[in-house]
């Protein structure tokens, strides 16, 4: 059951009766948070409401380094907590969600005179793998790695070790758990800004301005924040952590130049981080930066010239023989991490401080912020315990669980890979138009584009080409040949004339160059 209101007329129409209802819950913040929010409170029969400023997982959500892990650093640092709610985590996702949440085999190199040392290193396998309750590495000798990676550096390399994280497209997962939300009553919608909640003592009024729209307000009995990195809450000073913004680069190239079946684990050769290399919807993805983003969260994020340098200097240090350029180079993108510190953390390397999210309230309003992509549905869960009411029309445990709609068969095939990212809406999906081709040097199916600007929430081409498709990512302009086929389907879906298509192209194209275009 697709939501009537992502559609372009759906849209308008729901926006005029969001007053008529008592909602619950309002989440503020349309990332992976706030999507879990939204379904953890769905399935328990809370009544509510998911309100985004601009589109669904347009900040870190779709900005990350599409690794769901349990977290070796963490365990190396001692923070066995973390370490073992994230492994959990992560399994509890490849069991909900295969096929948009896959294992993905990771091989970690082992040098002479560089970490980790083979016998340390498996004996953190050992612990790693006891935390997901199975066996998931298992020794590499330098022949079997160069099979698997032929062009990783072998010089001074004298055995590897293989275990397993898992992969995900960090967009698609947020629009699958908001779609699931609706299925269980929830709502959502994107370019709805808040701004400003008022308490009146007996509920709250949250007052919103909706693109295309205009302002409305609603009420509600409890708001809850999770706007990640931008999280501010009005006392600051009486809230014992502070937001560290933390940023995260990312290079992507095509698989033709740099070509991996399975991920690498990397120490840089300056100050020994680690990174990876990773083989991600046919291209080859490798990060990440961690760095305090000092500049303001008001403007969008993007990579900075030492940051390329940076990820530049592993792959000529452990990829010489791929020659890497930065013409090589596709895209790039940045993403914000909502890391939570403590005074106590102002002298750690941002690689150091702690992931663990934190929940709070001030002036009775709900603040969730920290955590990682991973434990969205942890997180999601202890704020939902926080409330002090129960819905009206209450669902009885057990709760439904995430990927657990059943699908059902429609009269037309559809792609395996398409049934895993669409989950229970791909057979209405393929109906409305069948996915026989691909849109070529990309995984994507021209269908998919069909589908996404009926059904989706589109208002702008970067909601189409760089969150519920990737398009954008996949062409270093952009993906300029498509004008033709995408006027005329915007045209078609969206009503669109042809200034508003140029309108928006160049919107679109200016923030291709400047947040997706690598340095050259």
Not at 80 to 98: G, I, M, Y
Not at 169 to 178: G, P, S, Y
Not at 349 to 365: L, M, T
Not at 508 to 516: E, I, M
Request: net charge negative; glycine share 8%.
């Amino acid at each position: 059951m697709l939501p009537d209101h992502w559609s372009t007329e759906g849209r308008i129409a729901g926006l005029k009766q969001l007053d008529q209802y008592d909602w619950d819950i309002v989440i503020i913040g349309g990332g992976i948070s706030g999507a879990g929010l939204l379904f953890e409170a769905s399935r328990r029969g809370y009544k509510a409401l998911l309100l985004e400023k601009d589109d669904f997982a347009s900040g870190s959500s779709s900005q990350s380094s599409k690794l769901v892990h349990g977290g070796i650093r963490y365990l190396t640092s001692g923070q066995f907590t973390l370490t073992r709610e994230a492994v959990k985590a992560r399994e509890r996702l490849c069991q909900q969600l295969p096929g948009l949440v896959n294992h993905l085999p990771m091989i970690m190199p082992h040098y002479h005179e560089r970490p980790p040392r083979r016998a340390s290193f498996r004996l953190l396998m050992w612990c790693y793998d006891a935390l997901a309750g199975k066996k998931l590495h298992r020794n590499l000798s330098t022949e079997e790695m160069q099979q698997n990676v032929p062009l990783l550096r072998n010089q001074g390399c004298y055995a590897a070790t293989e275990f397993k994280d898992a992969l995900t497209d960090d967009a698609r997962l947020t629009l699958r758990v908001l779609l699931e939300a609706n299925q269980l009553g929830g709502t959502a919608y994107n370019y709805s800004k808040v701004e400003r909640v008022e308490n009146t003592g007996k509920d709250y009024q949250v007052y919103i301005q909706a693109e295309h729209f205009g302002a409305l307000h609603v009420n509600c009995r409890q708001v809850i924040h999770a706007t990640g990195a931008w999280t501010q809450t009005p006392g600051d000073e009486l809230v014992p952590y502070q937001v560290r913004p933390l940023r995260g680069s990312h290079l992507l190239f095509s698989a033709e130049k740099l070509p991996l079946e399975k991920g690498v684990c990397l120490f840089h050769p300056s100050d020994q981080r680690l990174m990876f290399a990773l083989p991600w919807m046919g291209y080859t993805l490798v990060g990440t930066t961690d760095l305090d983003h000092m500049e303001s969260l008001d403007n969008d994020v993007r990579i900075q010239p030492d940051e390329q340098a940076y990820i530049y200097k592993a792959l000529h240090y452990y990829f010489p023989g791929a020659s890497l350029t930065y013409d090589d180079c596709i895209s790039a993108w940045s993403g914000v991490r909502p890391v939570l510190s403590d005074p106590s953390d102002d002298g750690l390397r941002p690689s150091d401080v702690a992931r663990e999210h934190k929940i709070w309230r001030y002036q009775g309003q709900l603040y969730l912020c920290g955590g990682k992509l991973t434990t969205f549905q942890v997180m999601a869960k202890d704020a939902i315990d926080q409330l002090d009411f129960q819905p009206l029309n209450s669902i009885p445990k057990p709760w439904p669980e995430l990927g657990a709609n059943t699908r059902n068969q429609g009269s037309l095939p559809v792609p395996e890979a398409l049934i895993q990212l669409y989950g229970a809406d791909a057979d209405q999906l393929n109906e409305v138009e069948p996915a026989l081709e691909k849109i070529p040097e990309t995984p994507h199916y021209w269908a998919e584009l069909h589908w996404a600007l009926r059904y989706l929430a589109i208002s702008h081409l970067d909601d189409l080409l760089i969150r519920r498709t990737r398009i954008g990512l996949f062409f270093s302009d952009g993906g300029e040949h498509l004008i033709p086929e995408l006027k005329t389907l915007c045209e078609e879906y969206l009503n669109w004339t042809e200034q508003q298509f140029e309108k928006e192209w160049d919107r679109y194209q200016t923030l291709h160059k400047r947040f997706y275009q690598p340095y050259r």
